[in-house]
């Protein structure tokens, strides 16, 4: 069976730090671009930021560039989103999702096959 579980969140003061995990079971990350995306309640699901397959390549939401930093470690099948200087409008439950092309477009929710389930960020004091 395949599947993506995301880890990490919970609840940071503004101005926090969290970091993500996006862990695969069931197939190898290696061959597949992975992006993270959020939604936050009564919004539209957003493209956070995604990266290739070889990890060479990145790309990022304007809102979250110089604070968040994507990475993958496919010997543990495993990418991360380092979150930095955690803003209330972060808030939102994070997802990854595993797709068989990057591309410009790799923020865009469509270009992906597999999801997880989410995990939630609330950021407040």
């Known amino acids: 069976q395949l599947q993506l579980v995301e880890s990490g969140g919970g609840l940071v003061q503004p101005g926090g730090s969290l970091r993500l995990s996006c862990a695969a079971s069931?197939?190898?990350?290696?061959?597949?671009?992975i992006g993270w995306f959020r939604q936050a309640p009564g919004k539209e699901r957003e493209g956070v930021s995604c990266?290739?397959?070889?990890?060479?390549?990145?790309n990022y939401a304007d809102s979250v560039k110089g604070r968040f930093t994507i990475s993958r470690d496919n010997a543990k099948n495993t990418v991360y989103l380092q979150m930095n200087s955690l803003k209330p409008e972060d808030t939102a439950v994070y997802y990854c999702?595993?797709?068989?092309?990057?591309?410009?477009?790799?923020?865009?929710?469509?270009?992906?096959?597999?999801w997880g389930q989410g995990t939630q960020v609330t950021v407040s004091s």
């Open positions: 999702a595993a797709g068989p092309l990057y591309s410009d477009y790799c923020r865009e929710p469509n270009e992906y096959e597999y």
């Open positions: 069931g197939f190898t990350l290696d061959n597949y671009v």
């Open positions: 990266i290739s397959s070889n990890g060479g390549s990145t």
